[in-house]
């Protein structure tokens, strides 16, 4: 082992047999004092299905790193469920939730000085939450993802989490009836596992499986299977080796990790969350990486995996046939990713890649040939104009025509928002207009999967516009903007859209424009105020104060006045 661990502080001297008797009362014998103690972050928890299966996991992942000649210790970090707080007041909780994560594991991690961390996670904020603390820590890491969930199944077709959401759009379009409702909604989530399309659980794990931070294949795996306890369990070797040979998170979170992430993201149709996610992990470990790295690469990458919420496959499907490491191969045999890029395994990407085959299997279509791919460019646009003059993300997979100039309809909440779909009020070649949910503005930055998936139920998904400063779920599919920056919170052109106002959402043109004079825009800003704070103490509150604007990730520690 180096001769540098961190953990070395309980041997050192007789100032530190109060360390070595307080470790021993957990299970420490004279000979483990000289092995790397290696900490288990994990986020088991019975509040969602994402998160049900990681205790197990966490097992495995401590015979493994004893097996390879460490110590681990496993602590608890917390999760929000993202599709139970949906649609309520709790959902302001879920990003917010990323930066407790992290803070979390960077707190124990770094006040027991501990020599390495495996991160076990399952729902949307745990990864990147998890990826922000290594990035912080800059000690050897390597993350396990909990694995999604397997379809349910009703009459004849898969379901999922989604599912159940256009299923509440359908039903109040009165193209179902109760008791199809009620079949969709028991049987969507059969089991353990995150959501189970290419949303945003499993676009982050394949991120960071692209990133070098976790094994190859493991990003796709289900939870519920073997082989996934089985990756957990060498995940706790590998992060043994990488202590031994001080692989640190500063040699694989790179530049070209990035840009590789990026790349398998458009790929694979992934969400706008990881927008957001990948330059807050960017902003924590010092690379540089903007909002405008995604519109570069988006335009030479292909989406090649036809996936939900858009597409027509789950993410078992997309494993079955060879998962990221099958598309990392496709996009490295043209250049689009780099081969040079170092994973955890102390092997770089292209040596990893090197048994991979670089041609989809025949006799399926999840993933698809080079030469037909689902969509010539990615489908993640960053969208620029008056309305955005930081940028806005949109999401342009499973519609006809990215472009639609239309009225504005204006809701100064989600709830209100849902209201006026479900009531009938909102019409073909409408744009929504959702605000003050942005980061500080909810504060939290909600999802807006409810409004999304009761468009789409409601047959409008081609023919409404949707833009927000708040997010969308991976989930969520459609002619929709969110991230949209400045937010309305902080005086925001988004704050001074009135009803009926003309709109333009041009994904070609990358361009998201209001119809209205400067000078009325200048009448309009002197009329404005800011609005009181919604939480004036607790964690919101925090929030709200610390948190930066989505285009550079929403991150709490950018502005801190030092």
Do not use: W
């Given at each position: 082992m180096p001769d540098n661990l961190r953990s070395r502080i309980v041997t050192e001297g007789d100032a530190r047999t109060p360390n070595?008797?307080?470790?021993?009362?957990?299970?420490?014998?004279?000979?483990?004092?000289?092995?790397?103690?290696?900490?288990?972050?994990?986020?088991?928890?019975?509040?969602?299905?994402?998160?049900?299966?990681?205790?197990?996991?966490?097992?495995?992942?401590?015979a493994g790193i004893h097996a390879a000649g460490g110590m681990p210790q496993k602590f608890g970090t917390i999760t929000i469920s993202d599709g139970i707080s949906m649609g309520t007041e709790g959902m302001k909780y879920s990003l917010v939730s990323r930066e407790v994560i992290a803070d979390s594991i960077e707190t124990v991690c770094n006040g027991q000085s501990l020599d390495g961390v495996i991160a076990l996670g399952g729902c949307d904020k745990n990864m990147p939450g998890a990826l922000i603390?290594?990035?912080?820590?800059?000690?050897?890491?390597?993350?396990?993802?909990?694995?999604?969930?397997?379809?349910?199944?009703?009459?004849?077709?898969?379901?999922?989490?989604?599912?159940?959401?256009?299923?509440?759009?359908?039903?109040?379009?009165?193209?179902?009836?109760?008791?199809?409702?009620?079949?969709?909604e028991r049987n969507a989530c059969p089991g353990a596992g995150s959501c189970g399309g290419m949303y945003t659980a499993n676009t982050m794990s394949s991120a960071i499986e692209a990133m070098g931070l976790s094994l190859m294949y493991s990003s796709t795996m289900a939870a519920e299977d073997a082989e996934k306890a089985e990756s957990a369990e060498a995940s706790g070797n590998v992060l043994i080796e990488a202590i031994?040979?001080?692989?640190?998170?500063?040699?694989?979170?790179?530049?070209?990790?990035?840009?590789?992430?990026?790349?398998?993201?458009?790929?694979?149709?992934?969400?706008?969350?990881?927008?957001?996610?990948?330059?807050?992990?960017?902003?924590?470990?010092?690379?540089?990486?903007?909002?405008?790295?995604?519109?570069?690469?988006?335009?030479?990458?292909?989406?090649?995996?036809?996936?939900?919420?858009?597409?027509?496959?789950?993410?078992?499907?997309?494993?079955?046939?060879?998962?990221?490491?099958?598309?990392?191969?496709?996009?490295?045999?043209?250049?689009?990713?780099?081969?040079?890029?170092?994973?955890?395994?102390?092997?770089?990407?292209?040596?990893?890649?090197?048994?991979v085959p670089s041609e989809p299997p025949t006799g399926q279509d999840v993933i698809r040939p080079w030469d037909d791919p689902v969509y010539q460019k990615g489908h993640l646009a960053i969208l620029k104009g008056n309305l955005a003059t930081e940028g806005a993300v949109a999401k342009i997979?499973?519609?006809?025509?990215?472009?639609?100039?239309?009225?504005?309809?204006?809701?100064?909440?989600?709830?209100?928002?849902?209201?006026?779909?479900?009531?009938?009020?909102?019409?073909?070649?409408?744009?929504?207009?959702?605000?003050?949910?942005?980061?500080?503005?909810?504060?939290?930055?909600?999802?807006?999967l409810a409004p999304t998936s009761a468009i789409i139920g409601a047959g409008l998904g081609d023919s409404v516009g949707l833009l927000t400063d708040g997010r969308f779920s991976g989930g969520t599919y459609g002619m929709v903007v969110g991230h949209v920056?400045?937010?309305?919170?902080?005086?925001?052109?988004?704050?001074?859209?009135?009803?009926?106002?003309?709109?333009?959402?041009?994904?070609?043109?990358?361009?998201?424009?209001l119809h209205v004079s400067d000078e009325e825009l200048a009448k309009r800003r002197e009329a404005w105020k800011p609005r009181e704070p919604r939480y004036r103490r607790g964690v919101l509150a925090k929030y709200a104060k610390l948190v930066s604007s989505s285009s550079v990730g929403a991150v709490t520690d950018l502005n801190l006045d030092l």
């Open positions: 070595r008797a307080m470790l021993r009362a957990v299970g420490f014998g004279d000979e483990d004092f000289s092995k790397p103690i290696v900490g288990v972050a994990n986020g088991f928890s019975t509040i969602t299905p994402c998160n049900l299966g990681l205790d197990d996991l966490a097992k495995r992942a401590e603390a290594i990035a912080r820590l800059n000690i050897p890491s390597v993350f396990v993802y909990g694995g999604t969930i397997k379809p349910g199944h009703h009459n004849g077709r898969d379901l999922n989490i989604v599912s159940a959401f256009e299923a509440v759009g359908q039903h109040s379009a009165g193209k179902i009836d109760d008791d199809e409702l009620k079949a969709v031994r040979q001080q692989i640190l998170p500063e040699h694989l979170l790179t530049r070209k990790a990035f840009e590789n992430a990026i790349a398998v993201i458009m790929a694979v149709g992934g969400s706008t969350n990881s927008v957001l996610h990948l330059l807050a992990i960017a902003n924590a470990i010092g690379v540089e990486l903007t909002i405008d790295d995604f519109e570069t690469i988006r335009q030479k990458v292909p989406v090649l995996c036809d996936l939900k919420p858009s597409g027509r496959y789950l993410t078992v499907d997309f494993h079955r046939v060879g998962g990221v490491p099958l598309v990392m191969k496709m996009l490295l045999d043209r250049g689009l990713i780099h081969g040079d890029a170092l994973t955890v395994t102390g092997k770089t990407i292209a040596e990893q890649l090197a048994d997979s499973g519609v006809k025509n990215p472009k639609i100039v239309g009225p504005a309809r204006v809701f100064e909440s989600e709830e209100d928002c849902l209201k006026a779909i479900l009531a009938g009020s909102i019409k073909a070649g409408d744009i929504v207009v959702v605000r003050y949910e942005g980061p500080k503005g909810g504060p939290g930055m909600r999802e807006m920056a400045p937010e309305a919170a902080v005086g925001g052109n988004i704050a001074l859209v009135e009803e009926g106002d003309t709109i333009t959402i041009d994904a070609h043109q990358k361009l998201l424009h």
